[in-house]
């Protein structure tokens, strides 16, 4: 099995989450994309994907973490970080 397809769905699970809290289209959703620079990110948008990241991964998120998890590419890389930790 290729080791990107673990990344690759994670990756893909992340989008749809974004996407769906946003209520915009996962296809406008990129590495760049964060809170005020992308449609509907906002400050009660972060809370809803912080805790919704939390339920999903089955993670904890520290309070000191939170205000660096500002883009896509932030908690894409703080995601596969917990997740290796967990192995």
Known sequence: MNEASPRSSRIASLHALIARI???????????SGIYRTQNWDSLAQINIILALEEMFEIEI???AIEHLTSVAEIEVFVAAQEENCI
């Not at 946003?22 to 760049?32: F, G, H, Q, R, S």
């Open 62 to 64: 520290p309070d000191d």
């Open 22 to 32: 946003l209520d915009i289209d996962t296809a406008d959703i990129v590495a760049d």
